[in-house]
């Protein structure tokens, strides 16, 4: 039998095996509508997705798995939806209630897919080692702006330093304070300064982003000692078994607040911007906007520019402008 021949053979049998499935799905989705139709719809939360199943809590915070009613949008973790119990354990999605805020990254195809909603507050966690770098935490707070989301920093592993290096480490970021922007310093490992983080968590719905190796993995187990059982009662939950690993996750945390949290989320990166967007997302830049001689000055070597003048006169901070210019020209590159 010839290469060729077998591959079309594979791939007929992985077509039946993906329309079967389609058959299936759509089959259960007929069923639950029509028999979810003369049913009470009630308001709850997506607080896991696995492609077309979604776990949806109630206001008693039991879940159901759900499938969703056609052309309503595509519910992410995080979304406030209206659904309708089917039985004890599933139920239909009718309508996706509108979000407050929503993280998205470009798909193969570079088209924006969101991944979750609602999100109030991104944490960008940084740590001694790996070695920090400004340009790529500029960047996080650029995203949370242009989403509209509160960033928190938090410094961590400062177990690693003395006291001096301590001192000197927290300087180097002390700006932020001043832009105002809050500041946690903690350690994951020795549980130090949790709880002003875990206060700062509290009644938001906060996600953890950060270079690899910063410590986001310690912290949710320092945050959520329960979280593989989380995981465990989620996916019996929800029938997605181990796939839950890599869905969006929305964890409730014991002392209030939300986590959400995935390997997508994680690695959460700002995507394309306007000018504008970059110009509003440096928020120390805000009041200098508009002042500039020139309407469409880039801030880089016009006369009369407002941002070189603050700069100069030490009102603003050279190192996040030059940050601002460094991103601006990529944006300029780009289009
Ligand atoms: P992630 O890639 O951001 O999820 O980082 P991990 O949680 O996997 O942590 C990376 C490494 O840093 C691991 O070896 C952790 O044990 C270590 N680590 C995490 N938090 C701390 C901390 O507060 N102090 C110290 N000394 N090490 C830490
Ligand atoms: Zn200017």
């Known amino acids: 039998m010839s290469r060729r021949r077998l591959t079309q053979r594979q791939k007929a049998r992985i077509q039946s095996i993906q329309q079967q499935r389609?058959?299936?799905?759509?089959?259960r989705?007929?069923?639950?509508?029509?028999?979810?139709?003369?049913?009470?719809?009630?308001?709850?939360?997506?607080?896991i997705r696995h492609g077309a199943t979604l776990g949806v809590e109630d206001s008693d915070g039991r879940i159901f798995q759900c499938l969703t009613r056609q052309n309503i949008g595509h519910p992410v973790c995080g979304d406030r939806v209206v659904w309708q119990p089917v039985d004890e354990t599933t139920g239909v999605v009718t309508a996706l209630l509108p979000r407050e805020s929503v993280l998205s990254r470009p798909d193969f195809s570079g088209q924006e897919k969101p991944l979750a909603a609602n999100i109030s507050q991104l944490v960008v966690v940084l740590a001694p080692q790996p070695e920090p770098s400004g340009y790529l935490l500029d960047q996080y707070l650029v995203a949370a702006e242009t989403i509209h989301v509160r960033p928190l920093i938090a410094i961590n592993k400062i177990d690693l330093l003395s006291d001096q290096a301590r001192?000197?480490?927290?300087?180097?970021?002390?700006?932020?304070?001043?832009i105002g922007y809050g500041l946690v310093v903690i350690s994951a490992k020795q549980e130090h300064g949790l709880d002003s983080l875990i206060e700062r968590l509290n009644g938001e719905t906060s996600i953890l982003v950060g270079q690899s190796g910063v410590g986001k993995s310690s912290l949710i187990n320092a945050l959520l000692p329960d979280h593989e059982l989380e995981t465990g009662r989620l996916s019996q939950a929800t029938g997605l078994g181990r796939h839950t690993t890599s869905a969006a996750t929305c964890y409730h945390l014991p002392q209030g607040g939300d986590l959400i949290d995935s390997p997508?989320?994680?690695?959460?990166?700002?995507?394309?911007?306007?000018?504008?967007q970059l110009e509003q997302g440096f928020i120390d830049l805000r009041p200098y906007l508009g002042h500039c001689r020139f309407s469409n000055c880039s801030h880089a070597h016009?006369?009369?520019?407002?941002?070189?003048?603050a700069v100069s006169q030490g009102k603003l901070d050279p190192t996040r402008v030059a940050h601002f210019l460094r991103l601006a020209a990529t944006l300029t590159r780009n289009a």
């Open 29 to 47: 989705v007929q069923q639950s509508l029509t028999k979810a139709g003369a049913l009470p719809t009630q308001a709850g939360r997506v607080i």
């Open 167 to 178: 001192a000197e480490f927290l300087e180097r970021f002390a700006r932020y304070g001043r």
């Open 264 to 276: 997508g989320v994680r690695s959460f990166r700002l995507s394309h911007l306007t000018l504008t």
């Open 302 to 309: 016009e006369p009369g520019c407002a941002i070189r003048e």
């Open 22 to 27: 389609r058959e299936k799905i759509s089959k």
